[in-house]
């Protein structure tokens, strides 16, 4: 019938929300691989302008790590914990020997990480984040990242001074906070808790999830 609009069922209607929740996690998801490779390329050439074979060597041994982890990652909806943490781990180490002691980065663990799962690539553009908008060696640079992970929950607090802008703005994507915001809602609906804090001088994220 010309014009008719057909209602649907509640069953084929969740199941539509489902399928428009999983489009546009692969939409988000898409977007995530080429923001880190192009960030984490460019960290690599920054350190074997700067530092010598050796340094460059162990770079690109961890970049190694790093890819293969989102090459797998990407595929999966839920990640060790553990994992996810050394990918972080990987990234903020390239970005001590890259910038060595002309900043200050403090980076803590602490709690249990065995069998605790996590969305892949949720917490890292916080943190990357961090080192856009924080990070120039001839200013007073200081970033703080730290996680604390008790029974079923994990707390992430992200905290960088702001800095004249070091990295060229044609190196970095943009769809770090805003893409990772939107997969939260869409993965921990009613499970996360994130607040950010944009100040004159610094800038701070506290996020809590409800892990798996």
């Known amino acids: 019938v010309p014009g008719r609009v057909e209602l649907l069922s509640g069953g084929k209607w ?3 929300e489902e399928e428009k929740r999983n489009a ?3 939409f988000l998801k898409a977007q995530v691989n080429p923001h880190f490779l192009f960030n984490t390329l ?3 050439y920054s350190l074997s302008i700067t530092e010598g074979a050796g340094e460059t060597a162990a770079g690109i041994i961890k970049l190694s790590d790093m890819m293969r982890y989102i090459s797998s990652a990407s595929s999966q909806k839920f ?3 553990a994992k996810e943490l050394d990918y972080i781990r990987n990234y903020i180490e390239l970005q001590k020997n ?3 002691n002309t900043i200050k980065i403090t ?4 709690g249990n990480t065995e069998g ?3 969305a892949p690539l949720m917490l890292i553009s916080f943190v990357e984040n961090a080192f856009k908008h924080g990070v120039n060696p001839e200013e007073d640079s200081d970033i703080k990242i730290q996680i604390q992970i008790s029974e079923n929950v994990l707390e992430l607090q992200v905290f960088n001074n702001k800095v004249n802008i070091f990295y060229k703005e044609e190196l970095t994507s943009g769809l770090g906070i805003e893409n990772t ?3 939260l809602k869409l993965i921990y609906p009613d499970k996360h808790v994130l607040k950010i804090e944009n100040a004159a001088k610094e800038f701070t994220v506290r996020l809590k999830i409800m892990l798996q």
């Open 79 to 81: 990640v060790s914990l």
């Open 181 to 183: 915001s939107n997969r």
């Open 98 to 100: 890259r910038f060595g």
């Open 24 to 26: 546009e996690l692969s």
């Open 107 to 110: 980076y803590t663990v602490n």
């Open 42 to 44: 460019n960290s690599i």
């Open 14 to 16: 969740k199941k539509a």
């Open 116 to 118: 605790k799962l996590i």
